[in-house]
């Protein structure tokens, strides 16, 4: 599955935020469940309405959500890439992480400590990113000695990872994030070099409750952070989202429209990951259960047979195909099948959202 790690100063509500998140989907319809993985990890089952949808027309026994993992990595401080706080091991859990909530203290409180004095999200974002930043200008450094060598030795693969490296390393020690450096079309080279600064980041700005539908002037600024940087931003009231979380589901959507808020906390974090990501979902269905499936946009049909088994992927015939739209329309996929909407696809269909999918494989 992917995971987000959810990284932060202290005291800003990270813990506040992960436990309610959780509790939430925990709360949420048997359907949906949570599990805790480890005291830090949690599993979030993604709501996808159309999931019900096709799951009552399939007649499914058993409906599966796909989820996104979160984990809380607490300890991140000024110095931590000298090794202040948990240091190297906080640096090591985010190097596992596919992408970063970042949380930002955007609520005032005389009674919970700011370990900067003041609140100021732009500064602690910087401060977070200064540390993420000198970690990876630490690890390029330790392997370009080693590179030049091969290099010079006639290695073209060196010489190639070089020519990757150098751009990165130079944009670093100018202060930009290796997620600014990243030339077209080498973001798989990229990601393989496992730096912290080339994940994808989401802000999540956590204002005070009478804030949680507008922002304040402190979410704005991070709004206009991640607009030229090309990241993402929500708001969150981590404080209501922990009132939500103890709640009873049928009381929820009452309480959210009294806040003048839409949806959750929860759902537009996992939105916004799941977009961050670049995620989409697609749905595979019969009497058993009804199961959504995630997969990165502009996977082919083999690849996302893949993230079912190794084996769908590796045997891979054929996808019946059907888009969620004509499954609804048709009843199910034998009305489907009699209105001519589903399709035989091959191994270059690129899957769409929705997509319900039956793969024909050799084992
Ligand atoms: P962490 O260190 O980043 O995990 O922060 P915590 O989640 O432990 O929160 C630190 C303190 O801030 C706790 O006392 C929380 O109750 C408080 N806190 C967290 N979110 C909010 C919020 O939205 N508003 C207010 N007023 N306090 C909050």
């Known amino acids: 599955g992917f995971n987000c790690g959810i990284v932060g100063l202290p005291n800003v ?3 506040t935020l992960f436990n309610a998140l959780t509790q939430t989907a925990a709360a949420q319809a048997a359907n949906y469940p949570f599990c ?3 005291p830090n990890v949690g599993r979030v089952a993604v709501p996808d309405p159309r999931l019900d949808t096709i799951a009552a027309i399939g007649k499914s026994a058993k409906i599966v959500p796909t989820s996104l993992e979160f984990v809380d990595i607490a300890g991140l401080v000024r110095g931590a890439s000298r090794g202040e706080g948990l240091g190297n091991q906080f640096l090591a859990n985010i190097r596992e992480t596919d992408a970063i909530v970042h949380v930002l203290r955007c609520f005032e409180d005389d009674d919970v400590t700011h370990v900067e004095g003041s609140v100021d999200p732009l500064r602690d974002a910087d401060t977070i990113e ?9 690890s390029l450094e330790k392997r370009i000695a080693g590179l030049q060598k091969r290099a010079r030795g006639g290695d073209k693969e060196a010489a190639a990872q070089l020519s990757l490296i ?3 390393l130079a944009g670093l020690r100018d202060g930009r994030p290796a997620r600014a450096s990243i030339p077209k079309g080498e973001e798989e080279a990229v990601r393989r070099l496992q730096l912290l600064t080339s994940k994808p980041v989401l802000y999540v700005c956590n204002v005070e409750e009478a804030n949680a539908a507008s922002g304040n002037a402190h979410s704005e600024k991070v709004f206009a952070r991640a607009a030229a940087e090309g990241a993402k931003a929500v708001v969150v009231s981590a404080a ?3 009132e939500i979380s103890q709640m009873a589901a049928e009381d929820r959507a009452e309480f959210l429209e009294t806040l003048g808020l839409s949806d959750s906390g929860l759902d537009r974090v996992i939105a916004a990951g799941y977009g961050l990501l670049g995620l989409i979902t697609y749905f595979t269905v019969g009497p058993k259960e009804a199961r959504a499936w995630t997969i990165i946009k502009g996977m082919k049909a083999p690849q996302a047979a893949g993230v079912i088994h190794g084996d769908f992927e590796r045997g891979f015939i054929a996808a019946e195909t059907i888009p969620f739209d004509d499954y609804v329309a048709c009843k199910g996929e034998q009305g ?3 209105a001519g909407k589903m ?3 091959g191994k270059e269909y690129v899957v769409r959202d929705g997509d319900i999918m039956l793969f024909r494989f050799n084992v």
């Not at 200064?130 to 630490?138: H, Q």
């Open 343 to 345: 399709r035989v696809e």
């Open 240 to 242: 209501i989202e922990a």
């Open 166 to 168: 150098e751009p990165i």
């Open 336 to 338: 489907a099948k009699e």
């Open 13 to 15: 509500g990270k813990s």
């Open 36 to 38: 805790t993985i480890e």
């Open 130 to 138: 200064t540390e993420l930043m000198l970690a990876d200008m630490d």
